[in-house]
């Protein structure tokens, strides 16, 4: 299977998104960023156009890095359950990196699964504070953020 990494239709990263992180939510009900209008959805697509890993970014200033200027933001990231460990979140994390670059972006952060931050950390996020419980389902999350360099890691979006 070949898999490319690039921007995609939010409405083509949905059921993923809904089937890994809202399970418990009709199909038809509005996600956490679905409002975003500027927000960037990026996907690993196969060759058949499916989405297998997914997230979204936009410029948003860090809380709690207030100083640090040019900070995105990444969300709802989702890749289907029988193919994690195999590269796609690292190359959707990769290309949301760049693609935050490219549009002048310095810092990349985002509230991560407890769970997921080993995830994270592999691909340069520093862990910040405590662990936190977030939203109304209360699953603990860390804040985390990486430093974007100039130059691009891996993708052209």
Do not use: K, N
Not at 10 to 18: C, D, G, W
């Amino acid at each position: 299977m070949s898999v490319r990494f690039e921007v995609v239709d939010p409405a083509a990263t949905r059921a993923l998104r809904h089937a890994v992180l809202r399970p418990d939510r009709a199909a038809a009900d509005p996600l956490p960023g679905d409002d975003l209008a500027d927000a960037v959805h990026l996907g690993a697509i196969d060759d058949a156009g499916v989405v297998l890993c997914t997230c979204f970014v936009y410029a948003d200033p860090c809380p709690w890095r207030p100083d640090r200027a040019a900070a995105w933001h990444l969300r709802q990231m989702a890749t289907a359950p029988d193919l994690r460990g195999q590269g796609l979140g690292g190359g959707v994390v990769e290309a949301a990196a760049d693609l935050a670059r490219e549009r002048g972006g310095r810092l990349l952060w985002c509230h991560a699964r407890e769970p997921a931050v080993a995830f994270y950390r592999r691909h340069g996020f520093e862990s910040f504070g405590p662990v936190f419980a977030d939203g109304p389902y209360r699953i603990p999350h860390r804040r985390i953020s990486r430093e974007l360099s100039s130059a691009p890691a891996s993708s052209q979006l």
